[in-house]
């Protein structure tokens, strides 16, 4: 779901006589944190009339905890934030480079980084021996600007914003939580709408069902109210997010949506869900009928919801 105006390039990228502001991380969740980062180095840029440029990462998934978000969806939120260039690196193609080498190599010459922005605990190179207090040296030796940034809290918390604070909301079903660390950004699913079995047809509530990718992170399995992109149009509805127990135990895990006053086929249509509000956690139906009692309770939650909050 690469947006064609974007400006992305996997593992290579022009050389820039002009130099580069260049944003350095790998922005899974990009929260807060990241937003600080990201929106320096899109500010430093048009005053220096230079590209902003982030750097982020494929083939990275620590302890196969699930990545918050795709590269595709990573590349999506970076465009709306004014990124001019985004640049994936191949993780296990670098991740054994010296950080002396990767500073020399792919900062300077490969990107002609013109200045650095990064949090504050960043570590890069092999096995993370890169820090903060060597990006500052080499910085300064190459006369490149730096700016570090410093941790991000919520209001009253005691613990700093991280991605694995958001899987931790995530898992419990929190999405209100997750979405505060993202500056009221709700967390989303994004896909092309799938054929399922069609059930949804023959109980009156119709659904668009997107598959989770593997490599994604899946939060608590359950019933959430919902914000649907289709193209243009925003609408609402409730999701279930999991693997259909009453119906088939499937073995990956889908967003199945029933979109509000919606009739259209739309198989292939690419789609965006975004999670707002925890309703029920996934269960096992004795029957379908008990299952379409369950889909109506839904329905109207959503829309009480609704009714309360400015969503749509």
């Known amino acids: 779901m690469l947006r064609p105006t974007q400006k992305y390039y996997l593992d290579t990228i022009p050389f820039a006589s002009r130099g580069r502001v260049l944003a350095l991380g790998m922005f899974d969740g990009i929260h807060i944190g990241h937003l600080d980062i990201i929106r320096m180095a899109v500010r430093l840029a048009k005053t220096s009339g230079i590209p902003s440029c982030v750097q982020t990462f494929t083939g990275l998934n620590k302890n196969n905890a699930g990545l918050l978000y795709t ?16 640049l994936v690196l191949n993780y296990p193609e670098v991740c054994d480079i010296r950080p002396e080498d990767y500073c020399r190599d ?39 600007g730096i700016r570090v940034i410093s941790e991000r809290r919520l209001d009253e918390s005691p613990r700093k914003v991280s991605t694995t604070w ?28 799938a054929h399922g079995k069609r059930l949804g047809i023959s109980l ?47 073995e990956t895990d889908v967003v199945e949506t029933y979109i509000f006053d919606f009739d259209e086929d739309i198989y292939g249509a690419p789609m965006k869900v ?7 956690p996934e269960a096992a139906f004795r029957d379908v009928t008990e299952l379409a009692r369950a889909v109506e309770e839904n329905k109207k939650q959503a829309l009480e919801y609704f009714s309360k909050n400015s969503f749509i």
Do not use: W
């Open 71 to 86: 590269v595709d969806e990573r590349i999506s939120i970076m465009e709306q934030l004014g990124v001019d260039e985004v």
């Open 106 to 144: 792919i900062m300077k010459m490969r990107l002609g980084a013109r200045a650095l922005i990064m949090g504050f605990d960043y570590t890069f190179g092999s096995g993370g021996s890169g820090d903060v207090k060597m990006l500052e040296s080499f910085a300064k030796e190459e006369k490149i």
């Open 166 to 193: 958001m899987r931790e909301a995530l898992s419990e079903g929190n999405v209100a939580l997750a979405r505060e660390m993202c500056a009221g950004r709700p967390y989303f699913y994004s896909g092309y709408v």
């Open 204 to 250: 009156g509530f119709p659904t668009a069902n997107i598959l989770i990718p593997e490599e994604k992170f899946t939060v608590r399995r359950g019933v959430y109210a919902v914000r649907v992109t289709l193209g243009s149009r925003i609408l609402s509805g409730v999701a279930n997010v999991g693997r259909r127990p009453t119906v088939e135990h499937a």
């Open 274 to 280: 975004e999670l707002l509000e925890f309703l029920r």
